[in-house]
């Protein structure tokens, strides 16, 4: 499909709901253009937002930063990630942006198929849809990512492409639409970084529209 076929494609999902949109926002890039990330780092990412999110949830909780440590995975993590779990503090808006990374999780375990569908982003996801298929604290991860399979890119890049359509909605009508602004956020940071959006890292993806 071509980047204005799934563009029109994104147009007709959002009028079938009501989702506002604009003629003039310009298409995602074209699928042969992009070059996702590579299997062991998606693998890696969905470990550390894991445990970033969960020490976020769980005050007091030191089985998450063990685990990255025991398993090699602590350099994985981003400045500020690192940041955060060397002290973490609660009832902060640092606390509050961890909790929120659960949201970017999301999209990262349905790109490598540990859950089947993307819901609509009316309200939070739910740990519960994919924890029985994250590694427990005595498991060693690299099995783990070595059974990791990645969507089409196809797939991906439509996910893309209504992600970011629905975050210019929610940056212009959020009180008058059915989408979580939180919610819309996070995706389009993970889908961005996914699809290697400008080559940044983590902590410096854009979330242009």
Known sequence: MSPEERKKQTERFLSERNIPFIDWLPPTEDES???????K???ERI???FC???TAFNEGDTEFVEYLKNFNLWDSLTKEEKHYLSNPTYGTQTQINATWRLEALYVLVW???LVPDLPYPSEEASVTDFIDRIPTSSEDPISFINSLELRPISEIMDAS????RMHWAVRNYESSIDIDGGVIRERH???NWLTNYDGESWDWVATDT
Do not use: N
């Open 41 to 43: 780092e998606i693998g």
């Open 111 to 113: 790109a490598v198929k």
């Open 47 to 49: 470990l550390c937002l």
């Open 52 to 54: 970033l999110s969960g």
């Open 161 to 164: 492409d209504i992600i970011y």
């Open 189 to 191: 940071h993970a889908i």
């Open 33 to 39: 253009e992009v070059t996702p990330r590579t299997i």
